[in-house]
């Protein structure tokens, strides 16, 4: 009977031990506490028109497969202002004009971030603070991070002079490009730190 007992408690013992190790296995497989399942896009913002406007801006993936807008400025006249991904990748322009119009791989109308027609780069209003500072944050599932074609890599963060009616056609009248930054993927894993550039790929 003793043996019998000791037996099983040896196998039970064994079974606990071999459940414990192949738990501790599994999270070996799994990402660190805070990683992201893909790339990051960050954009530093510089003013543009006039504006001393600066800023930054992160595009994180989410484990829901959406991206995790965050835009935070500096330097900015208090009050909304119309925030967009525009076509193209070039700030060069005093005025931001060379960053082309919405970014729209769709075609579709303009509108607000939640309305059901929008351009994929249509971001809404950030409200910008009387100490000139603003944060815009929010979930897209209609952008991602990489190669696809609703990717915002190689493209520009812009904020407006003006808030944006989110229905004006084509744009919103959501007047000057007062901040541009062009958006480039950080590394996997990875986020640029508030205020500088990504790291060179």
Do not use: Y
Not at 50 to 77: C, M, Y
Not at 184 to 196: E, F, K, L, R
């Amino acid at each position: 009977m003793w043996c019998s007992k000791t037996m099983s408690g040896v196998v039970m013992f064994g079974f606990l031990a071999a459940a414990g190790c192949a738990d501790k296995g599994d999270k070996k497989g799994d990402q660190p506490p805070g990683a992201t399942p893909g790339p990051v896009a960050s954009a530093t913002i510089e003013g543009r028109s006039g504006s001393s406007l600066t800023g930054n801006a992160t595009f994180e993936p989410q484990k829901d497969g959406k991206i995790l807008v965050r835009i935070q400025v500096q330097g900015a006249t208090p009050g909304d202002h119309g925030v967009h991904v525009h076509e193209k990748g070039d700030c060069s322009d005093p005025e931001g004009k060379s960053a082309g119009g919405h970014f729209n791989p769709t075609g579709a109308a303009h509108g607000s971030p939640t309305a059901p027609a929008h351009h994929a780069g249509d971001f809404g209003n950030m409200t910008v603070k009387g100490d000139g500072t603003g944060i815009l944050e929010l979930p897209s599932g209609d952008i991602s991070v990489g190669s696809a074609a609703n990717s915002v890599v190689g493209r520009a963060i812009v904020v407006h002079e003006k808030a944006d009616d989110l229905t004006g056609q084509p744009s919103g009248n959501s007047g000057a490009r007062v901040g541009c930054g062009v958006i480039n993927v950080a590394g996997a894993g990875q986020q640029a730190p508030i205020g500088q550039a990504p790291p060179a790929q």
